[in-house]
């Protein structure tokens, strides 16, 4: 019985000990480390900043449509669109006219609906594909208000 006992103890320590050693040296999160891969990503991907209400530079440059009437509230741009540009921005157009408006305006570019999953009435996804050409949508309902919140994401 003393035996079972000492086993279990010893692997509990050992299991703790290794959870230890992978959440870094001085026992708390790993702040460093993501840290640095928050800065890494920041300097390849642009940071995602509040908007000035005008689209990034990199989605003129890639004919990217903007959206009518809404209120752009974020953005965030990469060194080129290999990297990606994003923009959120809201608009009191229901989900159905968001994603009406994308499959119009993203076809003459050659982009392709791939992916649509099934929505619901607080959330729709569509992804839009020509070869290395990736365009996602990301429409939710905002909370207490007739508003939705939409991100687009485009990258080559």
Do not use: C
């Amino acid at each position: 019985m003393k035996m079972k006992i000492v086993l279990i103890v010893v692997i509990v320590i050992l299991v703790v000990g290794v959870l230890f050693l992978m959440r870094g040296k001085d026992g708390g999160s790993d702040n460093a480390l993501s840290e640095q891969r928050e800065s890494e990503e920041a300097s390849a991907y642009g940071t995602f900043v509040d908007s000035s209400g005008t689209y990034p530079t990199l989605w003129a440059e890639a004919n990217l449509p903007q959206y009518p009437d809404a209120k752009l509230t974020k953005e965030r741009q990469g060194n080129s669109l290999k990297d990606g540009v994003q923009v959120t921005f809201e608009t009191d157009d229901s989900m159905e006219e968001v994603i009406a408006f994308w499959d119009t305006e993203l076809e003459p570019l050659g982009l392709v609906k791939e992916v649509g999953l099934p929505g619901n009435d607080f959330a729709q996804y569509v992804r839009y594909v020509n070869g290395e050409k990736i365009m996602t949508i990301q429409v939710t309902k905002i909370a207490d208000s007739e508003n939705n919140k939409v991100h687009a994401q485009y990258h080559e």
